[in-house]
């Protein structure tokens, strides 16, 4: 019998059931006796405490710093942001997380992502700005407590009390006394566990102890008598010391840099923009084009032949002098190195190139063309030098050094001549000796070479000696050699293009080819077979 399935429901309201009550374990109905009060199946379960927030003051929801109002929709965690952000705007964090770039207590670059919070274990791992990486700090691991601790301004007491109710205001030293829960409690000891905030935090165990902050990151405290009082108990700073932040290295001199003209257009410096066709060389820009202009500066450089100790042809693409033998990719083809790469991810994975748009692209790309750039001592490149690199750190992108070329040989067909897209580019590279010794072997069958060596059989062979069934429709031919692994059944075209390529039949075919450069194929291939 099929199980029942009770989809009645109840006669309550849907808003009703969705709300709920002031309290628990209480009705709602005022009019109701407190002895009658909520259903039988809750009588005798003990109250549980409510935590209530008692509404703050006009003076508590005034920032100190800026006087304007703050709103408190999520009560304190909204103020510790809010004034997170005035004291950024102050400069406060300077001394604790150093910039980069300060210039006249500014921070020029706040958006670069250069920045990494310093708690890797326990935190993100992802690039920020100098101002997220600060209100990161701020509210997420509450260094604002650790700047408001030791501001001295009137009233910055009582909002530090409020905000932060376990910590103690002692003229910028912080006192917090955290203890990990114990169920049960300890009877050695007299003292109350204390419990402590839900969540990670609260099995975290921290003793007691006078931490001082670190030599580069001390805050100048104003102490006096009137700010001692022995009555306080001891305290302890917040349980992780502060730590610089993480930057990426430094891969030139900035301030030896002019500050480039954002938006300024000009005439290319090394071809000067002439010649009717080079219209693009006359208006380079220096902002929104930017791109434009580093392709544009990467093809001038190239043609003068400035990447050619930068950008490593190979062995086999190398004339003594150094220069590329082959430059378009009809025979040489390279892979970007950089793992990372568009080139490498996505739609465009493994596109192979010419050494030509390989070095153009080492330069736009992977920023050869800063390095190409500060070798030129023509007048003025050094701002446009400027603009690049000031583009590159805004993205937030370290400059790498070149790895290890990547370059494989590759040809055209020489039975063929390279009718298909897979024709023009057979190489000896890896796994792709199986592509190419396929395609060789397969542009032989239709040169009728196999008849002689591969004899279809009375059965399958028509007047004129060719094979009746190609296919294997009818007939089949199995495979015979010692250690074969395919024992399957297959037609005379399957069978012939497998017996040359996988046991050797495509070595004699080409070696009994007089067509140059063929036997040069079957010399290569030759350790292919070899037992």
């Known amino acids: 019998m099929p199980k029942s399935v009770n989809t ?6 849907l808003s009703q059931r969705g709300s709920k009550s002031s309290h628990p374990y209480k009705s709602e109905d005022p009019s109701t006796p407190e002895g009658d009060r909520g259903h039988q199946s809750t009588q005798g379960l003990p109250l549980l405490p409510v935590k209530t927030e008692v509404p703050s003051s006009h003076a508590q929801s005034t920032c100190l710093l800026c006087h304007q109002e703050m709103k408190m929709a999520q009560g304190v965690n909204d103020a510790r942001h809010h004034y997170g952000l005035c004291f950024y705007n102050e400069g406060a964090f300077h001394k604790l997380y150093p910039p980069l770039d300060l210039v006249d207590g500014r921070v020029v670059d706040e958006v670069g992502k250069k920045y990494s919070c310093q708690h890797t274990e326990t935190c993100t791992k992802r690039k920020m700005g100098y101002r997220e ?3 990161h700090m701020a509210t997420t691991h509450m260094v604002v407590g650790t700047i408001m601790a030791v501001d001295g301004r009137a009233g910055m007491d009582t909002v530090f009390a409020r905000l932060y109710p376990g910590v103690e205001y002692k003229g910028g030293k912080i006192d917090v006394r955290v203890k990990e829960e114990r169920i049960g409690g300890d009877s050695n000891t007299g003292s109350t566990p204390v419990r402590r905030k839900r ?5 975290v165990k921290v003793e007691q102890r006078q931490v001082s902050s670190p030599r580069m990151y001390s805050v100048p405290v104003r102490s006096s008598r009137e700010d001692e009082d022995v009555d306080d108990p001891d305290y302890v700073s917040p349980p992780k010391t502060l730590k610089p932040p993480k930057v990426e290295p430094k891969t030139e001199d900035s301030s030896t840099l002019p500050t480039p003209r954002i938006d300024r257009v000009h005439k290319c410096l090394v071809c000067g923009g002439q010649g009717k066709a080079n219209k693009e060389g006359r208006n380079l820009n220096m902002g929104e084009g930017m791109q434009d202009l580093k392709y544009h500066y990467a093809v001038c450089y190239y043609n003068e032949g400035a990447f050619m100790d930068l950008v490593d042809p190979g062995q086999e693409n190398k004339t003594i002098g150094g220069e590329a033998l082959e430059e378009f990719g009809l025979k040489f083809k390279y892979k970007c190195p950089f793992v990372t790469c568009s080139r490498n991810t996505g739609r465009g994975a493994g596109k192979m190139m010419g050494y030509k748009e390989y ?9 050869l063309l800063e390095k190409v750039m500060a070798r030129d001592k023509r007048e003025g490149l050094n701002e446009v030098r400027a603009a690049i690199i000031l583009e590159r750190k805004r993205e937030g992108i370290s400059w790498e050094e070149m790895p290890e070329v990547q370059v494989e040989e590759v040809q055209s067909c020489l039975l063929c001549n390279g009718e298909t897209k897979e024709a023009k580019n057979l190489s000896f590279a890896g796994d792709k000796r199986l592509q190419l010794r ?9 040169s009728g070479v196999y008849l002689a060596k591969y004899p279809p059989g009375e059965q399958n062979m028509d007047q004129e000696g060719q094979p009746r069934d190609v296919l294997g429709r009818d007939i089949k031919y199995s495979c015979e050699v010692t250690g074969c692994t395919i024992k399957r059944k297959m037609g005379y075209k399957e069978f012939c293009i497998h017996m040359s ?9 080409l070696r009994e080819d007089g067509r140059p450069g063929l036997s040069d194929i079957a010399d290569r291939l030759e350790e292919d077979f070899e037992d």
Do not use: K, Q
């Open 8 to 13: 009645s429901t109840s006669s309550r309201g």
């Open 133 to 135: 990486l600060c209100m």
């Open 199 to 203: 969540g990670p935090a609260s099995r």
């Open 359 to 367: 070095s153009i692209h080492c330069g736009v790309a992977h920023h």
């Open 438 to 446: 396929y395609h060789y072997a397969s542009c032989y069958y239709e």
């Open 501 to 509: 390529n996988e046991h050797g039949g495509l070595l004699d075919v």
